[in-house]
Nanobody
Framework: QVQLVESGGGLVQPGGSLRLSCQGS????????MAWHRQAPGKERELVAS?????NYADSVKGRFTISRDNVKKTVYLQMNSLKPEDTAVYYC?????????WGKGTLVTVSS
């Protein structure tokens, strides 16, 4: 069965950077699209960035975050720069293929001094 495993979360100071990774396994097929979502305490889950034939970003992260993917490795990355305290959240990886989607278990990003 398909599994998505995120890594790279942690504690970082405001203005710092982190790079998240999410690797898919359990399938010989690639994904149509992959994405990062996040959920902050007390808030709903929101889309951060997605990548298929093109990329899409939430307004709040444009110019600071960059999504990329390695189709051979079935891995999606999220480079996060100029981090702000409001970026603190659990970040979830998402992958879609043929109308079916899968989710990772999430990785916590905490931005604090």
């Amino acid at each position: 069965q398909v599994q998505l495993v995120e890594s790279g979360g942690g504690l970082v100071q405001p203005g710092g950077s982190l790079r998240l990774s999410c690797q898919g396994s359990g399938t010989v097929f690639g994904f149509d699209s992959m994405a990062w979502h996040r959920q902050a305490p007390g808030k709903e889950r929101e889309l951060v960035a997605s990548i298929s034939s093109r990329t899409n970003y939430a307004d709040s992260v444009k110019g600071r975050f960059t999504i990329s993917r390695d189709n051979v490795k079935k891995t999606v990355y999220l480079q996060m720069n100029s981090l702000k305290p409001e970026d603190t959240a659990v970040y979830y990886c998402n992958a879609v293929r043929w109308g079916t989607q899968w989710w990772g278990k999430g990785t916590l990003v905490t931005v604090s001094s």
